[in-house]
C-alpha cells in the first residue's frame, strides 16, 4: 500500500483527464452491456410484429445504434490518445524525479552503483511503468463493469446455471493468483538481467580506446555474451512462466464454455430454461470472458510495471547523504582561508584512510601535497567541497564549517582542474561557457586568453563553435586540459584545487599549462596534487601525505635540508632514477 500511495501520486496533475477517462470507459463498458439486451427486447417486441411495422422501424434503429456506436468510438479515441498521453506525461515526470534523484546523491552512491544499470532504470523501466500507469485503472474499471454487469445480468436469466459458472471462475482465480508469484519474481530477474546486459555496454563503449589498444574485442564480446545469454535464459523463465499461466487460464475460459452447453442443455431438458435465452446467454458469457482475458493480460503488465516502479523507488528511497543541513548558509565574501581540524575519513565505515589530519591554509596562499598513491591526497581535497563528509574532526572556509553552508554556494567558491578532463559533447564555447553559463563572447574569450587556448582555437575552421566530440576526442591531452582551465576562469572561485593536473601531458604541454595555471593560481588559495615536484616548488608549503598521515611538512627548499622522504622523492625523479 506504501508502494501504491507513492505511485498514485503521479496522478494527481491529470486528475481531470483520468476522471474522464474514467467516464469514457463506463461509456464503453455500457454500450457493450447494451446490445445483447437490446436484442433480447427486440426478440420480445418489434421481431413478433408484422413485416411491414419491422421494416418501418429499422431506420430509427439504425440511426438510433450508429449513434450508440459513435459515441463509443469518440470515448475509445480518448481513451486510447488522451490515456497514453496522460500516461507518457507521468514517464516524463518519473523520469525528471529519477533524474534529479541521481544528481542529488553523492559519489559514495556512484562508487557503488554502473551508470548502464542507472540508464536502465531511466529508460526501460519507466516505460513499462507508464504502460501501466495508462492501462491498469482503464483496464481494471471496464473489467470489473463489464464482469459484474454481465454477472447481474446473468442472474437475471438464470441463476443456478450461473453459480455454476461463478465456481468454474473462481478456481481460475486462484491458479492466476498462485501463477502470479511465480510472474513477480521472474519479471523482478528481467529488470536485473536486462539492468546487466546495459552495464556490459556502457562499460565496453566507455572504454573502447582501451580495448582497441589492447585487442581485446574477444574478451568483451565474451563478457556481453556473457550477461546477454543470462537475459535470454532470464526471458526463458518468464514466458515459460506466462505460457503456464495464460494456457491454464485459456483451459478454464474452455471450461466456462462447457459449463455454458452442458448447464444450459440440461435447464433446457428441465424446462427451467428457454433456448432462446440460452442463445442470449452466450452473448453475455462472451462479455463475461473478454474482460477476464483482458485481466489476464493485463497481470504481465501490472508485473512490469510494479517490478519497474519497485526498482525506481528503491532510487528514490535511497538517502541522499550529503546534502544542505538545517539552518544552513550562504559562503559569502570568501577569503579563502581554510582549516582541516582533527579530521578523519573512512569509506563506507571500513579502513581509515586518513587519521587526525590538522591543516591550516591562509588567504591567498597555496599548499601543496605529495606522497604515494592511496595515502588519501586526493581524499583531503574532495572532503573540502562535500563530495564526501569527515569521519570525525571538521573543515572550515573562513572560520565556518562547511557542513553549515550550503552546497551550491560552498562549490561555487571552489574550482577543480583534475587529470581526468571530462569535456561534454557540444562546442568548445559550450564547455568554456560551463563554467558561468551567463558569460558574454567577450568575457568567454577572455578566459580562454588566460588560458592560452585561445589562438588554437581561432585556427581551427568553426573557431569556438568546433565540435569537441564525445568527451573531448577531438582534442588532445593539452587542448582540453586548457579548455578546462578556461571553464574556471570564467567560474572565478577564490579557493583552487588542482589534482595531478598536468601529470599526464608531454613536457610541452605541461609547460603551457604550467603557465595557464601559474595565471589561474594568482590571488587564490590553492591547494595542489602533484607527482611532478617540478611543479610545485613554489609552493608555500608542502606537504608529505604517507601512510601514517601528515608525515613532513614545509617550504622546498626546507624538505630539501630535512633530506627525509621529499628529499628522497626529489633525488629520484631529477637526479637518476636508474639508482
Not at 506504501?2 to 476522471?19: A, E, H, N, T
Not at 536486462?194 to 582501451?210: F, K
Not at 578546462?484 to 613536457?507: G, H, M, Q, V, Y
Request: net charge negative; proline share 2%.
Amino acid at each position: 500500500m506504501k508502494l501504491l500511495k507513492k505511485f498514485i501520486r503521479y496522478y494527481r496533475p491529470y486528475q481531470k483527464v483520468f476522471y474522464l477517462d474514467m467516464v469514457c470507459a463506463l461509456v464503453i463498458s455500457a454500450v457493450d452491456l447494451a446490445f445483447p439486451q437490446i436484442l433480447n427486447y427486440l426478440n420480445d417486441t418489434l421481431f413478433v410484429s408484422d413485416r411491414q411495422q419491422i421494416l418501418n422501424s429499422l431506420f430509427f434503429l439504425a440511426v438510433g445504434l450508429i449513434v450508440m456506436y459513435a459515441v463509443r468510438a469518440v470515448c475509445k479515441y480518448y481513451v486510447s490518445a488522451q490515456g497514453h498521453i496522460m500516461g507518457s506525461h507521468m514517464e516524463r515526470d518519473m523520469r525528471q524525479d529519477l533524474f534529479d534523484q541521481y544528481e542529488r546523491l553523492s559519489f559514495s552512491y556512484y562508487d557503488n552503483n554502473n551508470t548502464g544499470e542507472m540508464m536502465s532504470k531511466l529508460v526501460s523501466d519507466l516505460f513499462d511503468i507508464a504502460e501501466f500507469a495508462h492501462h491498469g485503472p482503464e483496464n481494471i474499471f471496464i473489467s470489473l463493469l463489464k464482469i459484474i454487469g454481465s454477472f447481474v445480468l446473468l442472474c437475471w436469466i438464470n441463476v443456478p446455471l450461473t453459480i455454476l459458472l461463478i465456481l468454474v471462475t473462481l478456481v481460475m482465480l486462484l491458479f492466476s493468483l498462485r501463477q502470479n508469484k511465480r510472474m513477480q519474481a521472474t519479471f523482478m530477474d528481467n529488470r536485473r538481467k536486462i539492468a546487466g546486459v546495459n552495464a556490459a555496454l556502457q562499460d565496453t563503449l566507455a572504454g573502447i580506446r582501451v580495448v582497441k589498444s589492447f585487442t581485446n574485442e574477444d574478451v568483451e564480446r565474451e563478457k556481453f555474451a556473457d550477461s546477454n545469454e543470462k537475459f535470454l535464459q532470464s526471458k526463458k523463465d518468464n514466458y515459460n512462466c506466462m505460457g503456464r499461466f495464460q494456457g491454464g487460464n485459456n483451459f478454464f475460459q474452455g471450461m466456462l464454455y462447457v459449463t455454458i452447453l452442458v448447464g444450459g442443455g440440461f435447464f433446457i431438458a428441465n424446462g427451467t430454461l428457454e433456448p432462446i435465452a440460452l442463445a442470449t446467454y452466450a452473448l453475455y458469457i462472451n462479455i463475461f470472458i473478454t474482460p477476464i482475458e483482458v485481466l489476464v493480460e493485463f497481470t504481465e503488465m501490472l508485473q512490469k510495471g510494479y517490478s519497474g516502479f519497485k526498482r525506481f523507488n528503491e532510487v528514490m528511497e535511497t538517502a541522499v547523504d550529503i546534502k544542505d543541513e538545517p539552518g544552513s548558509v550562504d559562503l559569502k565574501d570568501v577569503k579563502g582561508v581554510i582549516d582541516y581540524k582533527d579530521v578523519s575519513f573512512s569509506y563506507d565505515g571500513e579502513e581509515t584512510v586518513l587519521d587526525h589530519i590538522n591543516i591550516h591554509i591562509d588567504a591567498g596562499r597555496s599548499i601543496a601535497l605529495v606522497g604515494p598513491s592511496g595515502g588519501g591526497k586526493t581524499t583531503i581535497c574532495s572532503l573540502l567541497p562535500r563530495f564526501y563528509d569527515v569521519s570525525s574532526g571538521s573543515i572550515q572556509i573562513d572560520g565556518k564549517d562547511i557542513r553549515g553552508l550550503t552546497l551550491k554556494s560552498l562549490r561555487q567558491a571552489i574550482g577543480i582542474v583534475q587529470q581526468d578532463v571530462y569535456l561534454f559533447s557540444g562546442s568548445i564555447r559550450d564547455n568554456i561557457s560551463y563554467g558561468d553559463r551567463n558569460a558574454s563572447e567577450e568575457q568567454i574569450i577572455e578566459a580562454a586568453k588566460k588560458a592560452n587556448i585561445h589562438e588554437f582555437i581561432m585556427s581551427l575552421p568553426d573557431g569556438y563553435d568546433t565540435y569537441v566530440g564525445e568527451r573531448g576526442t577531438r582534442l588532445s591531452g593539452g587542448q582540453k586540459q586548457r579548455i578546462s582551465i578556461a571553464r574556471i576562469f570564467l567560474k572565478n572561485p577564490k579557493i583552487l584545487i588542482l589534482d595531478e593536473a598536468t601529470s599526464a601531458l608531454d613536457n610541452e604541454s605541461e609547460r603551457h599549462i604550467q603557465k595557464s595555471l601559474e595565471e589561474l593560481a594568482k590571488n587564490r588559495t590553492c591547494i595542489t596534487i602533484a607527482h611532478r615536484l617540478s611543479t610545485i616548488r613554489g609552493a608555500d608549503e608542502i606537504i608529505v601525505i604517507g601512510e601514517k598521515g601528515i608525515e613532513e611538512r614545509g617550504t622546498h627548499e626546507e624538505l630539501l635540508k630535512e633530506n627525509n622522504i621529499y628529499a628522497r622523492y626529489y633525488r629520484l625523479q631529477f637526479e637518476g632514477l636508474e639508482e
